[in-house]
């Protein structure tokens, strides 16, 4: 299970279960994208994510049923719930972590069948890991060095004199239009906008190392996909565990 922090509860975990089935149990639809490329991987990137979301639960599938476990999206007992995450998520200490740049920690555990899934469709899961949670946060690492930029803090303090005129009680979170209209005003859209572009170049060029892994894993997962897709898909239907 991959977490940013430690403190998720169990109502989490649970909540976190039962999207997850969902998600899984939608990815058996029959992907059909606009034009095959070589080795039948879609061109479209929506094409080629419904299809490593397709393989990559078909997986699961086999890996579950394997241990004698079927995703459901059903209600479940506490201690059902328990089995299936620990299958599905894995199980003790993680064994996979990456610190980010913005400081947050993500973790998550290599032997449950997610972590088996997508090790058979990246090759490699622990360089994976690293790869996606890095290039899905580069936004974030964007945004937090544009933070520090003496225009955006500027202009973030003519938004907040702005959004909360002084004499008034100060609220956390302002209407938003009245958010929305003072970003206006007082030019922090048009500093955002400007910043967060570059900043994202800027951070694209320090992690370009993780970036092509990551790209090349992808690849690799969508040939693997590609090859999983042209086999026959096993029967589902049954809900018992």
């Not at 039948?40 to 078909?58: C, I, M, T």
């Not at 803090?153 to 002084?166: G, I, M, V």
């Amino acid at each position: 299970m991959i977490r940013a922090t430690s403190r998720a509860t169990f109502r989490t975990r649970r909540v976190l279960l039962a999207v997850a089935a969902s998600v899984w149990l939608a990815g058996c639809a029959t992907v059909e994208p606009g034009g095959p490329g070589p080795g039948g991987v879609p061109v479209g990137k929506a094409a080629q994510d419904e299809l490593l979301k397709s393989a990559e639960h078909r997986l699961v599938v086999d890996c579950l049923d394997s241990r004698g476990l079927t995703l459901t999206a059903r209600p479940r007992a506490p201690d059902e719930d328990r089995v299936l995450q620990a299958a599905l998520f894995g199980a003790g200490p993680r064994e996979l972590s990456v610190t980010l740049a913005t400081g947050a920690t993500v973790t998550a555990n290599d032997d449950g069948c997610l972590a088996t899934a997508r090790h058979r469709l990246y090759g490699d899961q622990r360089r994976w890991f690293r790869a996606q949670v890095t290039v899905d946060n580069l936004r974030a690492e964007a945004q937090a060095r544009m933070s520090a930029d003496p225009a955006h803090r500027a202009a973030l303090a003519r938004w907040t004199r702005c959004a909360s005129p002084s004499g008034r009680p100060r609220s956390d979170r302002p209407d938003p239009a009245v958010a929305a209209r003072c970003a206006r005003e007082t030019g922090l859209e048009d500093v955002r906008a400007r910043l967060e572009a570059a900043e994202l170049v800027t951070v694209r060029t320090l992690r370009r190392d993780e970036l092509t892994t990551y790209r090349q894993l992808r690849d690799r997962a969508l040939r693997r996909a590609a090859e999983l897709s042209a086999t026959t898909h096993p029967k589902k239907g049954s809900t018992h565990s």
